[in-house]
């Protein structure tokens, strides 16, 4: 069970979207549970568990966030609230906040009125902006076992032939990534190629054969991390994924 230090305003938890969604739930139920157990059927944690509470906002992106989508938290905090009561806002999937809409939402979480808290769910740290994370208390999760890689990610770490270009190109049109989307699988990919780097290394193989694939995945690895530096612009993403994928190095 996670706690947060409630002298801070603002948390970010930072793991599997199933995972900082159920924990965020526990941690609201500790707070409002009246049986005091956090996990019962009282009225309070069967609102929590809906994501609804009178003293809770609990935000989705429709796509990337947008002012809209964060209209509630601008409209509640201008409030005050009364002495020891607190209200929660939850954003999920905070990697979605675009440049405008995290550069909005960071006038919120600098001098909010006290008794509010801003948590912020995401997998992937280094997506929100370096002035909301130096503002923050961070939490991160425990890491559940690798999930299947998405099918873009799964093209690259199977090498699949250029080819293979047709069932790439579809795979393309049917997804239509937004931005954020890109720039979370370019991540997605980043973390999966390092990972079998790593096992490569450890691997107790002859010279030759560890030298070879340990090789190949330095080369795929040193590629896409050359293309983190420079993320896809507005509706790019299809044209910077083709690139990448005639750049990426193959066996």
Known sequence: MITLNLSIPTHIIVGSQEQTTQATVDLLRTQWCKQGGG????????????????????????????????????????LSLDDNQTFFFVLEQSEKLTQATANRLLKSLEEP???????????????????????????????????????????????APLTAVQDFEQLLQRSKFSDSDSQQLLDELFEHLQSKLAAAVEIKAGPGLRSGMTEYLMAATSCVHKAMAMPPQSGSSDLFWKQLWVSFPRQ
Request: charged share 15%; with cysteine.
């Open 113 to 159: 009125h006290t008794g509010y808290h801003f948590i912020l769910l995401t997998e992937n740290l280094n997506a929100l902006l370096p002035t909301i994370i130096s503002r923050a208390e961070i939490l991160t999760l425990a890491r559940a076992q690798m999930a299947e890689a998405h099918p873009l990610v799964a093209f690259f770490l199977r090498g």
């Open 39 to 78: 996990d019962c059927f009282c009225s309070e944690c069967k609102q929590i568990s809906h994501h609804q509470h009178r003293f809770l906002a609990w935000l989705k992106p429709t796509k990337d966030y947008t002012v809209d989508d964060l209209n509630v938290l601008f409209q509640i905090t201008t």
